[in-house]
């Protein structure tokens, strides 16, 4: 994989609406209420969340906006990270690494869809020794390959695989249910969240 062929995209609105959703609101458009909903009743506030592949900081500014203090952004592309005032680093999560201390949460949003599965397996590996025990982390991925040109890299799983992966973890969540693992190869990338939890 190089640099190329890895692209910094955001889940839109209409793709995380899909996500079961849970009122939010205050401010936070449907995409950022979805996804507070799901990480808010794992973390407090003054806790430790890590961001796995943060690319532009999107989602570490909706969670500060939240009212989260303790952000860490992981990416290992020094471009994608243009972010001031966030404590990001470059660091590609397929090789050990040490951020000084145990986080309370991770977000993985749109990254492990660019890893194939070793990468995937050293990435759980090396996310795993970096949280406490029965934190959570959520994983937001496609359930479709996406039809643009610049996304042909996208590896789908399912249930299956995905269980195989995150070994050392529980999977406590699933949401939309209904679309989750299809084998469609075509059409709109669409969306799930996965709720893990590390044993
Ligand atoms: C699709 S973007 C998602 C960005 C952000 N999480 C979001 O949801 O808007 C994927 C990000 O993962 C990063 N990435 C991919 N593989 C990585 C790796 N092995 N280590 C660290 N970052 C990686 C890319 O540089 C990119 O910024």
Not at 58 to 70: A, C, I, Q, R, S
Not at 98 to 120: N, Q, T, Y
Not at 136 to 157: A, P, Q
């Amino acid at each position: 994989m190089t640099k190329k062929d890895i692209f910094v995209r955001r889940f839109n609105e209409h793709t995380l609406c899909k996500a079961r959703p849970v009122k939010i609101k205050k401010g936070f458009n449907e995409a950022e209420s979805t996804l507070l909903s799901y990480i808010s009743p794992h973390v407090d506030l003054d806790q430790t969340i890590l961001e796995l592949g943060c690319g532009d900081g999107y989602w570490m500014d909706t969670l500060k906006k939240f009212g989260y203090k303790n952000i860490i952004g992981l990416d290992f592309l020094e471009e994608s990270i243009n972010y001031d005032g966030f404590d990001i680093r470059v660091v590609d999560i397929t090789k050990p690494f040490d951020l000084g201390k145990k986080v309370d949460f991770v977000l993985a949003s749109g990254i492990f869809m660019h890893l194939d599965r070793c990468e995937a397996v050293e990435a759980v590996k090396n996310t795993h020794a970096v949280m406490k025990r029965h934190t959570k982390l959520c994983l937001l991925d496609h359930v479709v390959k996406s039809t643009k040109e610049n996304e042909t890299f996208v590896y789908l799983r399912n249930l299956e695989s995905w269980e195989e992966i995150f070994y050392g973890f529980k999977l406590l969540d699933v949401c939309n249910e209904n679309e989750r693992f299809t084998t469609v190869d075509s059409g709109n990338p669409d969306l799930y969240i996965l709720i893990w939890e590390r044993t």
